[in-house]
């Protein structure tokens, strides 16, 4: 067990389970199709992330202007939306 975890903390492999890690590491890493693959992945996966992190971001501002305690300006500075955004949102609350 100490030496898989010396070896995932980056240490030269030690032993023959190790070694035979390290190589499928390195045949994955020399492998294209995986490579590109991955990074694909890894892409629509931060593409996710920001539009949740949007998603929320339009929510508390729907939600803060529906309080009705602070000034759009204020919605806008603290969610990080433009001014306009925030201005656009009010306008689609029901009165």
Do not use: C
């Not at 030690?14 to 694909?40: C, H, I, P």
């Amino acid at each position: 067990m100490k030496r898989l975890l010396n070896f995932i903390d980056g240490k030269e492999p030690e032993n023959d389970f190790t070694r035979g890690l390290d190589e499928a590491v390195q045949s994955v890493r020399k492998n294209e199709k995986w490579r590109l693959d991955y990074m694909t992945l890894q892409m629509h996966y931060q593409e996710k992330y920001e539009e949740g992190i949007e998603y929320e971001k339009l929510e508390t501002a729907r939600r803060l202007i529906e309080l009705g305690k602070l000034s759009l300006e204020d919605i806008a500075v603290g969610t990080g939306l433009s001014l306009e955004k925030v201005k656009e949102i009010a306008d689609m609350q029901p009165v």
